[in-house]
């Protein structure tokens, strides 16, 4: 049996690791019981349930990346939100799920709060309310979140054989769309059809292009009358 010390930290740790080789669905407390070598009763001491390990799992990795999230210190504030949602792009998309775990947790401490404490600050600073720059961080996030659900359901994982989808007519499973046989099922819907190379395809590009337009809406709908944008 293990003798290192058993802490919710390291436990999560552990379950974000082993979420790499089984998904969000193939993770279970049994799992991460016998990847630590531990009986799975002992887990319980730390977490009740398994989404009480997912609020965990999620701060965990809140905390690796405290500082990209909080953006560019000094800088404006389309660049530092655009800063900010790349870089919680690139933490959700380090795990697999990583979306789906982050999405509806609820922090296990406070090592969200400087981030959003800087980006509040920065927009407020910029001429936005109070509320304004609350919901315009809320949409980026938002858009960032829903974003990464999509790209990590879709985007062939790393290690998939092959690139074409093999679990039905919509399903793409580990390997991503199989455009072609996706156009020929569209083929009476060109415009539905074509979309696909935009929607399944280049998603770095597609994120990018989505972001700046959701942080252009921001300012266009959101930042106060007579405030001139930073």
């Given amino acids: 049996m293990a003798t290192t010390r058993l802490d919710r930290r390291r436990v999560a740790r552990v379950a974000l690791d082993l979420l790499n080789e089984t998904g969000l669905d193939g993770l279970t407390l049994r799992a991460i019981a016998k990847e630590l070598d531990v009986k799975a009763p002992a887990l319980y001491w730390h977490f009740k349930d398994k989404q009480a390990l997912l609020d965990e799992m999620a701060t965990e990795m809140v905390r690796g990346a405290a500082a990209d999230l909080a953006g560019v210190p000094d800088a404006d504030w389309q660049t530092s939100v655009t800063t900010a949602m790349r870089a ?113 395809r280049g998603y770095e590009d597609g994120f990018e ?3 700046a337009a959701v942080v252009a809406g921001v300012g266009v709908t959101l930042l106060g009358p007579g405030a001139r944008p930073a």
């Avoid at 981030?115 to 938002?142: D, H, K, M």
């Avoid at 062939?156 to 390997?175: L, W």
């Avoid at 156009?183 to 929607?199: N, Q, T």
């Fill in 209 to 211: 292009a989505g972001l």
């Fill in 88 to 200: 919680l792009r690139r933490m959700l998309l380090r795990h697999r799920d990583g979306a789906k775990v982050y999405s509806g947790t609820y922090f296990t401490d406070t090592s969200y709060a400087a981030p959003v404490e800087a980006q509040l600050r920065r927009l407020t600073e910029a001429g936005f309310t109070p509320r304004a720059a609350a919901r315009a961080l809320v949409t980026a996030t938002s858009y960032t979140i829903g974003y990464v659900i999509e790209e990590q359901a879709t985007a062939p994982r790393p290690g998939a054989a092959g690139s074409g989808g093999a679990e039905g007519a919509e399903g793409a499973g580990g390997e991503g769309y199989d455009l072609a046989a996706r156009a020929e099922r569209l083929k009476d819907y060109p415009l539905a059809a074509a979309a696909g190379e935009e929607m399944f």
